[in-house]
């Protein structure tokens, strides 16, 4: 005797849409890694007006420690995130300390013109040290494979991307929105002139927004290895993405920066299965569409 109408009804409906889901899942744990990548910029050009088209340029360093610390130094992937996020922040400093501090009353020209050439520089750097081929990393075994759930094999991997995201949403909206230091920043940004008069240190605050917007910048490319590789052209193929999220989710909106994360990700993963002739064309037409019907972005300030 046959079973019952209803069970391979259900059999057949959840085999059409695995598909579905599989692309939904894929295009969201890859937009929580363009998040991650991408948040850090949404901060630092979003709250202090600086537009740093280096940002992808920590993101590349933030990978090659990984892939060093892991290949040459046999560390766990694991443990070389933190030491990514910190490399890239130490670096950030001394280049604000010495270089972006001198351009933040300066054009946007001006300070394109800088960061884009130190994105250059990176590149050539990145391709001299460790050659123009794409780099591998070999995760720790806990994150390797998949987790059946009803029909649908998830990676662990990807997984752990979409928590490492959420964390750094939580983290980043709790420090920014309701803490001393987001209330310093906003008020440095605002006004100088009566943030220095009120007794914040201006310089330092300054100086550990963009740490932490290039430190975060380093852990998304650490991360980023697994799913997409590594080589020198990173810094610039990626600060695309970024900036599209940036501008899509609206400047210095880190819940309009995760939304447009979301939605480029499904888009680019979907246009990639469903329409692969149209290539990665789709999310310039997400784009498009966006900023025609909200020109400030999902959640733009200004």
């Keep these: 005797m046959s079973g019952p109408k209803y069970d391979d009804n259900h059999g057949n409906s959840t085999t059409m849409l695995s598909p579905i889901f599989g692309v939904l899942f894929d295009g969201i744990a890859y937009g929580m890694l363009l998040f991650v990548l991408s948040v850090g910029l949404s901060v630092t050009l979003g709250l202090m007006n600086f537009v740093n088209l ?12 990984t892939i060093t610390l892991v290949n040459e130094f046999n560390w766990p992937f694991l443990a070389t995130l933190p030491v990514a996020f910190v490399a890239a922040a130490i670096v950030s400093v001394a280049l604000e300390r010495t270089l972006y501090r001198r351009l933040y009353r300066a054009s946007d020209l001006d ?68 803490t001393r230091f987001g209330a310093q920043v906003r008020a440095a940004v605002d006004n100088q002139r009566m943030a220095r008069g009120l007794g914040i240190d201006v310089d330092r605050t300054f100086a550990s927004t963009f740490a932490l917007g290039s430190g975060l910048a ?18 610039f193929t990626y600060l695309v993405y970024v900036l599209i999220i940036v501008s899509v989710g609206g400047l210095g909106s880190i819940a309009g920066s995760f939304a447009a994360a979301i939605l480029i990700g499904v888009s680019d993963v979907a246009g990639k299965y469903y329409a692969p002739e149209l290539g ?18 999902l959640v733009g300030r200004r």
């Excluded at 280096?54 to 420690?65: N, P, T």
């Excluded at 990665?280 to 972005?297: D, K, N, Q, S």
């Design 111 to 178: 300070q394109v013109l800088l960061t884009i050439g130190l994105a250059f520089i990176s590149v050539a750097i990145a391709a001299y040290v460790f050659g123009t081929t794409l780099q591998p990393v070999e995760t720790t075994e806990v994150l390797r494979g998949s987790i059946g759930f009803f029909g649908l094999d998830l990676g662990k991997y990807r997984l752990f991307l979409i928590g490492v995201a959420l964390v750094v949403t939580v983290l980043l909206v709790a420090g920014l929105e309701y």
């Design 54 to 65: 280096a940002h992808c340029a920590f993101a590349m360093l933030g990978g090659y420690v």
């Design 218 to 235: 380093g852990l998304g490319g650490a991360l980023a290895i697994e799913i997409v590789g590594l080589d020198p052209n990173f810094a």
């Design 280 to 297: 990665a064309f789709l999310i310039y037409l997400v784009m498009v569409a966006v900023l025609m019907w909200r020109p400030a972005g």
